[in-house]
């Protein structure tokens, strides 16, 4: 079966650079969600787009901003990047409210 | 606002042993869900298994199961018949209603190892 992609799977950048982290979502899913996992921490929300809208907003930085495009595919762009900026970053898909599949993630290291 | 708590950081268990990893949450909301993912050394979010708020029997997948008690605000998962594979931290998350999407809080995780 189809899962979420994430792409890269690692990402070292120095600080103040930008990156941009890009996930596709599982066929036919009508939510992404972009979610942020410092080291020994759970994951923590940082914003969500429904039907290619974005439906809710957590802890993101104002440096941070995302996008759904028209094919379903979201984008996570990060300017001005921080060390503090380093951590897995979790994109997920989900259908309706039973079910929140999560990518492979990607591993941002800042330098 | 939501409130996951999962009170083991770790928990030792042996092979083949069944294992209950605990949960309970916090919400004034009457329709809610609670998710279980493993997340394994390499970093991935495996979803294991879902439970409604208005789901009168408890979830299963396979040799994971939800020990539902909705009056004590508890979730925990139950693994029966533990592997050398199950070795990874488990962490329970609360759907928090919000309008057109849904987004997961989660508890702080529970670290499983699996003893050969």
């Known amino acids: 079966a189809a899962g979420v992609i994430q792409s890269p799977r690692h990402l070292i950048k120095e600080k103040r650079e930008t990156a941009t982290l890009k996930c596709y979502p599982i066929?036919?899913?009508?939510?992404v969600y972009w979610y942020q996992q410092g080291p020994g921490q759970d994951p923590q929300f940082l914003i969500s787009f429904y039907e290619k809208m974005q439906s809710d907003k957590g802890s993101i930085p104002d440096r941070f901003s995302a996008q759904q495009f028209s094919d379903y595919h979201s984008e996570l762009n990060m300017s001005s990047l921080e060390l503090g900026d380093s951590a897995l970053y979790f994109c997920a898909s989900g259908l309706g409210k039973t079910e929140q599949y999560f990518g492979p993630g990607t591993r941002l290291t800042v330098t | 606002a939501q409130k996951i708590t999962q009170t083991q950081p770790g928990m030792f268990v042996q092979e083949k042993e069944a294992v209950t990893l605990d949960c309970t949450y916090d919400t004034s909301d009457q329709s809610y869900g609670l998710f279980w993912y493993k997340q394994p050394s390499s970093g991935e979010m495996i979803f294991l298994i879902y439970q409604g708020s208005y789901d009168e029997q408890n979830a299963t997948e396979g040799r994971y199961s939800l020990n539902f008690q909705k009056a004590r605000k508890s979730a925990n998962l139950v693994i029966s018949a533990s592997q050398l594979g199950d070795s990874a931290m488990y962490f329970c998350a609360m759907r928090e209603r919000v309008q057109g999407a849904q987004k997961l809080v989660f508890g702080q995780g529970t670290r499983l190892t699996i003893n050969p």
């Open positions: 066929p036919r899913h009508d939510t």
